[in-house]
């Protein structure tokens, strides 16, 4: 009896394991993962450990090259954490833009505003929800979401709804959860042609999949000046 005891305490401790931390609260509601990241804020860029010169290296400088024809872009980071995509662009000497940083965790949202403080003139802070975007339509050069997209509670909507606020010619820049993390994420990671298609099918092309990270591709995409039929407008 004792042996039945444990295994249902170890299967029980396992679920919960998956759901808190491995799943980051991603299937117990948005509340779940706002108050996880609030709580794991001060930590995350110590935890995460991100590299400066990949940033640069993949993140902002195929997006100053994408820009490099506007004169002023506008670029909106969805679920932009502590600041990681805003930082790296804004210190590209060749970016001349501004860009527009949305979360809806308060705490991570104040660790990224602090650390941008000294480019302030040229960054916003926007604590609002991934799955409404507080935008027109066609407002943005540029449209990111990097490490996130899985945490959102439909990412196929958040995806529309990035589209929907892109301008045509705008790019998009996202990343998809891949390897065995992709396993303990079902319905949150896509196979890289389910990802393409789904992105054509908003209407976008030039959908270019490339290997970053051991646990993320990384996806760029462009609205055509023409937009597709399957992008619904909100105004
Ligand atoms: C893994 S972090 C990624 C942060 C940043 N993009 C990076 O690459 O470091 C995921 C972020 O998504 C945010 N997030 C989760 N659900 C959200 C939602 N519905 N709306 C806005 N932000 C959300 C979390 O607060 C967290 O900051």
């Known amino acids: 009896m004792i042996w039945v005891g444990l295994l249902i305490l170890s299967v029980a401790g396992a679920v919960v394991y998956w759901l808190f931390f491995l799943s980051e609260g991603a299937y117990l509601g948005r509340r779940v993962v706002i108050a996880l990241y609030d709580w794991g804020a001060s930590s995350y860029d110590r935890v995460k450990n991100v590299q400066p010169h990949d ?36 210190r590209q000497w060749d970016f001349q833009g501004r860009v527009v ?27 609002e929800d991934a799955m409404a975007l507080p935008f027109r339509n066609n407002c943005f050069h540029a449209v990111t979401c990097i490490e996130a997209l899985e945490f959102l509670p439909w990412p196929w909507e958040a995806l529309a709804e990035m589209v ?72």
């Open 101 to 127: 940083a949305l979360d809806l965790s308060k705490r991570m949202l104040a660790i990224a505003r602090h650390k941008t403080h000294a480019r302030r003139h040229r960054v916003g802070w926007i604590r």
């Open 164 to 235: 929907r606020v892109l301008r045509p010619g705008g790019h998009l820049l996202i990343s998809n959860r891949v390897g065995i993390d992709a396993l303990l994420l079902p319905g949150r990671a896509y196979r890289p042609e389910a990802l393409t298609e789904k992105l054509r099918a908003l209407g976008l092309a030039k959908v270019r999949p490339q290997r970053w990270q051991v646990h993320y591709d990384l996806i760029a995409a462009q609205k055509p000046v023409q937009n597709g039929p399957t992008v619904h407008a909100r105004d």
């Open 55 to 90: 940033d640069a290296a993949y993140l902002a400088r195929p997006l100053v090259a994408a820009l490099k024809e506007e004169h002023c872009p506008l670029v909106l980071d969805v679920a932009t954490g502590t600041g990681r995509l805003p930082l790296t662009l804004l």
